[in-house]
């Protein structure tokens, strides 16, 4: 999995569209590899920054934003259903990591 969008979207809603479509493949691409019926959700934010994509499952939540400057970072964390929004300890990675064999283990780890 790779967003090749590596610019910050700032202020640029075109390549805010693009960073979302590929947020939202990436983490669809998870769902289908680790069983997850769910579709990820977009929050756009507001016009400083990138917004996130969210995967939320009833044991897992996943999201991807751009950090300060333009790295997209991805947040997990384990939760106790779809309400739950603050969940167990965060854990970070990056885009490419997420579709590392090891990355995708330890995700399932932390599913029931």
Do not use: W
């Amino acid at each position: 999995m790779q967003i090749d969008h590596m610019e910050s979207v700032s202020y640029d809603a075109g390549q805010k569209a693009i960073f979302h479509r590929q947020a939202d493949a990436a983490l669809r691409r998870l769902a289908a590899a680790l069983g997850i019926n769910d579709t990820p959700r977009h929050n756009q934010g507001g016009i400083a920054v990138s917004g996130e994509i969210t995967l939320h499952s009833e044991s897992l939540y996943v999201q991807i934003a751009q950090t300060f400057g333009s790295l997209p970072l991805v947040m997990y964390r384990t939760c106790e259903g779809k309400k739950d929004y603050s969940g167990g300890t965060n854990n970070f990675c990056t885009v490419a990591e997420l579709a590392q064999p090891d990355t995708i283990a330890r995700l399932r780890s932390l599913m029931p």
